[in-house]
């Protein structure tokens, strides 16, 4: 369990009794179903009285039972309220920019293997690995990052990371590719 968790689980005369409670949790109760049907029908956030019983729907509130059953396995989801506010960064806030685009990463390496400095240096270590020279930038295969720090925090900006085609990793990942100036640079450690 997770810290600041608890789950007890009681077990008598063939009947189990189980609690999952944490900060922002809400509390999942389990009780077998009627005449120790099996653990997936059991009765969820209601107590068994017997046949008679008949639970009252305006005692009970939606977000404070809701459960995940997985198997013999049931766990507590936690209630809405549970979740912060999105921060600043947060891949949940609108204003968090979305992950580069194929079409972006083909740009970045073209911008790459344009660098005076280091479009030379891929193009040797790309025909040490593949045994043949790199024709074009189609020929790497790229992947990238947002980057958002030194200068980049208003601009788009890519960490790339490339492979070749013996599976050897460039390592460049402090190459930096500005987006709007189509400048690359290599950051210092």
């Known amino acids: 369990m997770g810290r600041g968790r608890l789950a007890i689980t009681l077990s008598a005369a063939g009947a189990t009794l189980a609690a999952v409670m944490g900060a922002g949790m809400t ?17 969820v956030g209601a107590e068994h009285h017997g046949d008679a019983y008949q639970d009252e729907p305006s005692t009970r509130h939606r977000d404070e039972t809701r459960a995940r059953r997985r198997g013999d396995e049931i766990r507590a989801l936690p209630s809405a309220g549970a979740f912060p506010e999105p921060t600043p960064g947060d891949p949940r806030d609108p204003a968090t920019p979305p992950a580069p685009s194929r079409g972006e990463e083909a740009r970045a390496a073209r911008l ?5 400095a280091l479009g030379p240096a891929v193009r040797e270590a790309y025909a040490r690995a ?4 790199l024709a074009s930038a189609d020929d790497l295969r790229v992947r990238s990052l947002i980057f958002r720090r030194h200068g980049c925090e208003t601009r ?7 492979w070749f085609p013996d599976g050897e990793q460039l390592d460049i990942g402090r190459v ?3 987006m ?6 290599v950051l210092k450690w």
């Open 156 to 162: 788009r900006c890519l960490q790339l990371f490339v």
């Open 27 to 43: 509390v999942a109760l389990v009780w077998p179903g009627r005449h120790g049907a099996p653990a997936d029908h059991a009765e």
């Open 130 to 133: 593949a045994g043949r020279p």
């Open 180 to 185: 709007p100036t189509g400048s690359v640079r």
């Open 176 to 178: 930096i590719v500005d």
């Open 112 to 116: 790459l293997l344009a660098d005076p």
